[in-house]
């Protein structure tokens, strides 16, 4: 692979990848560890022409993460916590608050979904990726992903009702 080629590779595929494995890990470091072992893995071995260089990365970053679980005696469940500066106005501030909880709660239902579900969202939402962009990452078929992702809303929906509601 070219240079030119794999800078705007990642240039167009390195935020979204990063938040699609800091959603899966839910640690920094170890999204970013990740982050640049796909892009190594994209550097080393993408082959010439590939026609969805996207899922492909989207593939190879979900299939690192699952070898890393299998290799860990445990799971490392960090989340850190958003710190609001100082120097916000008060309006700023309770906006930033409530921006904060409805993100938590969001964050909250989407831990709910089983793990396919919860990929297909975050593919779809936080990705852009087509449903045949996330069945050819998930070795199942577009109806299948339309389905999930249907299911998927309907629990979110559920969800953050419930969560508003406490």
């Not at 080629?5 to 959603?23: N, P, R």
């Not at 082959?47 to 996207?54: E, I, K, Q, S």
């Amino acid at each position: 692979m070219d240079n030119e080629l794999f800078m705007k590779l990642y240039g167009a595929y390195q935020k979204e990848l990063y938040l699609y494995l800091y959603s899966l890990c839910r640690n920094r470091h170890q999204a970013e560890d990740l982050l640049h072992e796909t892009f190594l893995k994209a550097l080393l071995a993408l082959p010439d022409g590939h026609t969805n260089m996207r899922a492909w990365l989207y593939m190879v970053a979900r299939n690192l993460f699952y070898n890393q679980q299998k290799k860990r005696s445990k799971e490392i469940l960090s989340k850190e916590q958003n710190v609001v500066p100082e120097d916000c106005e008060k309006g700023d501030l309770l906006e930033n608050i409530l921006a904060e909880e409805s993100r938590r709660m969001l964050y909250r239902a989407l831990q709910n979904l089983d793990l396919k579900k919860r990929e297909i969202i975050q593919m779809q939402y936080f990705g852009g990726m087509s449903q045949k962009e996330i069945a050819a990452v998930l070795h199942i078929t577009p109806e299948n992903v339309r389905v999930l992702a249907y299911r998927a809303k309907k629990e979110l929906k559920k969800d953050l009702e419930e969560l508003k509601g406490e």
